[in-house]
């Protein structure tokens, strides 16, 4: 009889053992998420390719709203990253913000990244100033010319999200979605990325 009783009180303990372990480990990975301290703004899959455009200069850019920015007001944009296929011979990072609208409104950075950057390769741009977001919209842009026909900013396989791939030409000097300005026929989204670090 005693050992039984001794054999029901060992289950008993090791049973709340478990449970506790078990609490325990929930509560590690549940403070592990809150502990984030940054996200990214992106549109784009896994770069594929770059489309070929005509000489030209050219503006790639993911438009990011202020509806989907609201969670991030007060908190600081840090770095672009972009893919490059084939380096033109001109290139900038630049920074807008807007309004509403399908243009950006007022330019809030820019960096000449022409010496920096290398083909088929991801590049990383820390801004020199943080940029602290407000309730407006958010344009990450890559800037670019060249002289004959070239793949230049990286692209994904597509579908084009809303807003993954407003694309200016020099020829027009308009901001019009890639995909409606080749009625179809490329229909991607930019490599193009922003770092947002959260403040405390």
Known sequence: MFLKLVSNSTSTIMLLLLTAVSLVSYSCKEDDTSQDTSA?????????TAPQLPPQTYEGAARFTNSQLSRYIGDELTEI????????????????????????????????????????????????????????????????????????????????????DWTYDGTDQAWIPLVQRTSGAININWNIRGLVEFKE
Not at 83 to 97: D, H, K, L
């Open 40 to 48: 990214t703004l992106r549109y784009d899959g896994d770069n594929l």
């Open 81 to 164: 990253e972009f893919y490059i296929q084939e380096p033109p011979a001109f290139c900038e990072v630049r920074v807008y913000t807007s309004n509403g609208g399908s243009a950006p409104a007022e330019q809030i950075y820019v960096a000449n990244v022409t010496n920096s950057i290398s083909a088929n390769s991801w590049h990383t741009h820390t801004l020199t100033t943080p940029y602290i977001i407000e309730d407006k919209d958010l344009w990450l842009s890559v800037r670019f010319a060249h002289s004959g026909n070239q793949r230049t900013l990286g692209c994904d396989s597509g579908p084009a999200r809303v807003n993954g």
